[in-house]
């Protein structure tokens, strides 16, 4: 099963995530890779405005921005914040 799409996070988005406590990462990782493999069953969260071309995947209080690369197949992870932090 699966779509084929695999998971790259920016060099940012690996900050972020290693800013938050170990059981925080699993639980976002866990999410994360949930959505890789339902990616084609879901209804994705596109934001507008300043990120425009954005989906939002939400756990809890923190969001985690990425894009999709349809073409090669890639679910870039570029931003992992607390709810109140992301939007700026």
Do not use: C
């Not at 920016?10 to 999410?31: E, G, H, M, V, W």
């Not at 990616?39 to 985690?64: A, E, H, M, Q």
């Amino acid at each position: 099963m699966g779509n084929n799409f695999e998971v790259y996070f920016t060099p940012s988005a690996k900050d972020d995530l290693l800013r938050l406590l170990p059981n925080l990462q699993k639980k976002i990782l866990k999410k994360i890779y949930w959505l890789k493999d339902n990616l084609t069953k879901i209804k994705l969260t596109l934001l507008t405005g300043n990120f425009s071309g954005f989906f939002k995947l939400r756990l809890g209080d923190y969001r985690v921005l990425y894009k999709l690369d349809y073409e090669n197949k890639k679910i870039i992870i570029y931003v992992i914040k607390h709810r109140k932090d992301v939007y700026r």
